[in-house]
């Protein structure tokens, strides 16, 4: 969480928000399913990259478009295919 408020874009609209450090929400639906937003999603792609597949040159668009289909940017996932990414 703690690189989440690093990150300016984030930060931004966390502080936009009202949120604190360390009670940060997610947002929900109308069926109260927590989701993050797409500048959230931005950055989880982003810290994943650059914390994890430093060897080659992928795109956090990448990330971000998985997590679109798959999850709809629900955090717990949808059906079958938990997770953000379809990954528990």
Same mark, same amino acid.
């Given at each position: 969480m703690e690189d989440m408020w690093i990150h300016p874009n984030v930060n931004k609209e966390w502080m936009k928000s009202g949120e604190k450090k360390g009670?940060? @929400?997610f947002s929900h639906?109308?069926?109260k399913r927590p989701y993050l937003s797409r500048v959230e999603? @931005? $950055?989880v792609s982003e810290i994943i990259l650059s914390k994890h597949i430093s060897a080659r040159r992928v795109e956090p668009t990448?990330?971000? $478009?998985? $997590?679109?289909?798959?999850?709809? @940017?629900?955090?717990?996932g949808v059906g079958q295919c938990t997770g953000l990414m379809g990954i528990d």
């Open positions: 009670k940060v @929400r639906d109308t069926e999603l @931005r $950055a990448i990330l971000c $478009a998985i $997590a679109e289909i798959v999850s709809m @940017r629900f955090v717990n």
